[in-house]
């Protein structure tokens, strides 16, 4: 169960935050700050911003989960700085090739 099953339809997100014992928040953030995600006693926790349009959060979410499932949240040095953007690139390019590989097969 993954990412690439949600976004073609074959399960729900529902079914696939419960996979990934995953809760969603959505709470007013900085207006810089779309959403993170943190683990926490088994739980990865996710908090969306409120105050994003509903596309937006959808988006966060995804790169939410994106970040879960690349198993970054295990990384010990995701906290360095000059990580950080890798790690928000990676989350963000992993997206975008399960959403043209869904694309291109559904042609």
Request: hydrophobic letters at 35%.
């Amino acid at each position: 169960m993954n990412l690439f099953n949600l976004l073609s339809g074959e399960i729900t997100q529902d079914e696939l935050l419960n996979y990934y014992n995953a809760s969603v928040t959505y709470v007013a953030l900085p207006q810089c700050i779309n959403g993170f995600v943190y683990a926490y006693k088994g739980i990865n926790n996710i908090y969306i911003n409120t105050n994003l349009s509903y596309y937006k959060r959808k988006k966060t979410l995804l790169h939410e989960l994106a970040h879960i499932e690349l198993n970054q949240l295990n990384q010990y040095d995701n906290l360095i700085a000059l990580k950080r953007e890798k790690y928000e690139d990676e989350a963000d390019e992993y997206i975008k090739l399960i959403l043209d590989y869904i694309k291109e097969t559904k042609l």
